[in-house]
C-alpha cells in the first residue's frame, strides 16, 4: 500500500487518494519525539506540521516515546513532554507507544530479517572501520560499511551486531521536498539494526512501530529525510506498508546548526503557548494573523485547523528558527 499526500483544502480533486473527499481512505499520523530533553522550537514544527496534517484529513494522530535508545534518555523527559503538548492543546488518539516496551516486536522483525538472508552478523569494531583504508563517505557523512563480513564472519571472530544488506535503489515523492531516489548500496551502505551494546537501531524500531500504529502518513522533520531510503527498504523487506512522506524544513540557530540540546536550544514550556504556536505556524509559511499571539492556545488552533495547507510550508530542508518573546 502506497499512500499519497494532497492538498486539503482541493476539493476539486477527484483523486482516490485525497482522504479529505473520500471518507473511505484512512489516515494516520504521528509525533514520536525522543526523551532525550524537554521539547524545543524545532520539536515544536514537527508536531503542529503532523498533528494539523492529520486533522485536516479528519485523520488521527498518534504519539510515540522514542526512548529505545536507553543512553540518551534524560529521567522525567518523557512525562514533561507529555505535559508540555497537552498545555500547548495538543490532543493525540489512543494510548501512547514507547519503544522500550517494544523489544519483542524489534526482535521479531529481526528474525524475519534473518529468515530471509537480508542481515548478517558483523564483527567489526569502529576502530577497524575507521582505520579501513580507502574508507568512503555515505551520503549522511558516516563511514560507508566495506563489507568486510557481509560473506560471513572472519574466522575467530564474534558477531558484535547486525547489519541490513543494503542493495537496490528507492525512489519516492515526499510531499514537500519532491521526487528523492537513493542507491542503497552506494549512498548508505550497509547498515546497523541491532548495534553492539545489545540496542535496537532507531532504522528498525521507527518501521515496526509506524506499521503497528497503523501510521500512513509520515510528516517529520527534514533531518530524517536522509533515513527514509533505509526504512522503505526495511518496510519492503518486512512485508510492511509504505507510508507517504513530508519532510519539514528543520528549525536552526542562527549558526545553522539544529536545534537541539546539543546547540543549547531552549525549552519551549516556559513560553506562552499561543506565541510559540505562532510562531511556529508562521515558521511553517502559514502566514498566522499576528493578533493570534494574543489569542487562546484554542483559538491558534481553530484559526490553524481551518487556514492549513502543506503546500505553503517552505521546501527548505532548513530554516532559522524565530525569536519569541515571553
Ligand atoms: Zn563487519
Not at 39 to 55: D, P
Not at 111 to 139: D, I, Q, S, W, Y
Not at 244 to 254: C, E, G, I, K, S
Not at 275 to 287: E, I, N, S, W, Y
Request: hydrophobic share 45%; glycine share 8%; proline share 6%.
Amino acid at each position: 500500500m502506497t499512500a499519497h499526500f494532497s492538498p486539503a483544502c482541493d476539493l476539486s480533486s477527484h483523486s482516490s487518494f485525497n482522504s479529505s473527499s473520500n471518507p473511505l481512505s484512512i489516515y494516520v499520523g504521528r509525533f514520536a519525539p525522543s526523551p532525550s530533553g524537554l521539547l524545543h522550537f524545532g520539536s515544536l514544527v514537527a508536531a503542529l506540521g503532523s498533528a494539523l496534517q492529520a486533522r485536516r484529513h479528519h485523520g488521527a494522530w498518534r504519539l510515540r516515546i522514542e526512548d529505545v535508545d536507553i543512553a540518551r534518555i534524560v529521567p522525567g523527559a518523557a512525562a514533561a513532554i507529555l505535559a508540555t503538548l497537552e498545555n500547548f492543546g495538543f490532543e493525540w488518539d489512543g494510548e501512547v507507544m514507547w519503544q522500550s516496551q517494544r523489544i519483542d516486536a524489534y526482535m521479531a522483525a529481526l528474525e524475519t530479517l534473518k529468515a530471509g538472508n537480508h542481515v548478517f552478523p558483523c564483527a567489526c569494531t569502529r576502530r577497524e572501520l575507521e582505520e579501513m583504508p580507502g574508507a568512503t563517505l555515505a551520503r549522511d557523512g558516516s563511514l560507508r560499511y566495506p563489507g568486510t563480513c557481509r560473506a560471513g564472519l572472519p574466522p575467530g571472530r564474534k558477531a558484535r551486531a547486525w547489519r541490513v544488506r543494503a542493495e537496490g535503489q528507492i525512489d519516492f515523492v515526499d510531499a514537500i521536498q519532491g521526487q528523492q531516489t537513493e542507491d542503497l548500496a552506494r549512498d548508505a551502505g550497509d547498515y546497523v539494526i541491532l548495534r553492539a551494546d545489545g540496542l535496537f537501531a532507531y532504522q528498525l524500531a521507527v518501521v515496526v512501530d509506524d506499521a503497528a500504529q497503523g501510521v500512513t502518513h509520515v510528516v517529520r522533520g527534514a533531518d530524517l529525510l536522509g533515513s527514509t531510503a533505509r526504512q522503505i527498504q526495511l518496510q519492503r523487506l518486512l512485508g510492511l506498508p509504505e507510508p507517504a512522506y513530508a519532510h519539514l524544513p528543520v528549525a536552526t540557530n542562527a549558526a545553522a546548526e539544529k536545534l537541539s540540546k546539543q546547540t543549547r536550544a531552549r525549552a519551549i514550556d516556559t513560553l506562552s503557548p499561543a506565541r510559540a504556536l505562532v510562531a511556529a505556524l508562521d515558521f511553517l509559511g502559514q502566514t498566522p494573523l499576528p493578533e493570534l499571539s494574543q489569542a487562546s492556545p484554542a483559538d491558534v488552533w481553530a484559526w490553524a485547523l481551518a487556514h492549513w495547507r502543506l503546500d505553503r510550508v517552505p521546501r527548505r530542508m532548513h530554516r532559522v528558527a524565530p525569536v519569541i518573546e515571553t
